[in-house]
T-cell receptor
Framework: AQTVTQSQPEMSVQEAETVTLSCTYDTSESDYYLFWYKQPPSRQMILVIRQEAYKQQNATENRFSVNFQKAAKSFSLKISDSQLGDAAMYFCAYRSAFINDMRFGAGTRLTVKP | EAQVTQNPRYLITVTGKKLTVTCSQNMNHEYMSWYRQDPGLGLRQIYYSMNVEVTDKGDVPEGYKVSRKEKRNFPLILESPSPNQTSLYFC????WGEGNQPQHFGDGTRLSIL
């Protein structure tokens, strides 16, 4: 079964600085989708960014970008110009293209220091 | 407004007293799913449904039941709740077959079983 690992339970970053959150996954499939979700204290699950495995180009969404290394099965999230509102729990998620279930990592709690 | 609605948002109850958490979506999604979120474990899938009358077990189905009699509704039933089912629960939905489309999440239900 596919597994998703986030090796950093907690991270902190200074406001306006850049931080990278790590995610690795294990799969034997060639086609799949990867997501980063943000969960603020309100506990909503908010999609940050998505990446299709067949696309070589790394996804970007404003201050958020990913470094997708398919061979290494790595999918890290880079947050540039960190803002106080970025403080949240971040979950990496894997979704198979063949069966419609989603696997989540354990999460990384990001603190942003003013 | 497109949304997934869960009720109740909070519930404190006692061991053995049957309860139902409702989930409804207004986006005509085929796929619906239930997750539980526990510290250090991320979100784990309980059950999912690919369409009306089609349900299947996720990773942690023990102690839970679901039904999908209508496309928009996917209730989670705890027939005899136990303290180890104390958790934060999320319902999610998406279109089937479009793996790159994110799941839409409800706002979560905090269950405490005493």
């Amino acid at each position: 079964a596919q597994t998703v690992t986030q090796s950093q339970p907690e991270m902190s970053v200074q406001e306006a600085e850049t931080v990278t959150l790590s995610c690795t996954y294990d799969t034997s499939e060639s086609d799949y989708y990867l997501f980063w979700y943000k969960q603020p204290p309100s506990r909503q699950m908010i999609l940050v960014i998505r990446q299709e495995a067949y696309k070589q180009q790394n996804a970007t969404e404003n201050r958020f970008s990913v470094n997708f290394q398919k061979a290494a099965k790595s999918f890290s999230l880079k947050i540039s110009d960190s803002q106080l509102g970025d403080a949240a729990m971040y979950f990496c998620a894997y979704r198979s293209a063949f069966i419609n279930d989603m696997r989540f990592g354990a999460g990384t709690r990001l603190t942003v220091k003013p | 407004e497109a949304q997934v609605t869960q009720n109740p948002r909070y519930l404190i109850t006692v061991t053995g007293k049957k309860l139902t958490v409702t989930c409804s979506q207004n986006m005509n999604h085929e796929y619906m799913s239930w997750y539980r979120q526990d510290p250090g474990l991320g979100l784990r899938q309980i059950y999912y449904s690919m369409n009306v009358e089609v349900t299947d077990k996720g990773d942690v189905p023990e102690g839970y039941k679901v039904s999908r009699k209508e496309k928009r509704n996917f209730p989670l039933i705890l027939e005899s709740p136990s303290p180890n089912q104390t958790s934060l629960y999320f319902c999610a939905s998406s279109f089937w077959g479009e793996g790159n489309q994110p799941q839409h999440f409800g706002d979560g239900t905090r269950l405490s079983i005493l």
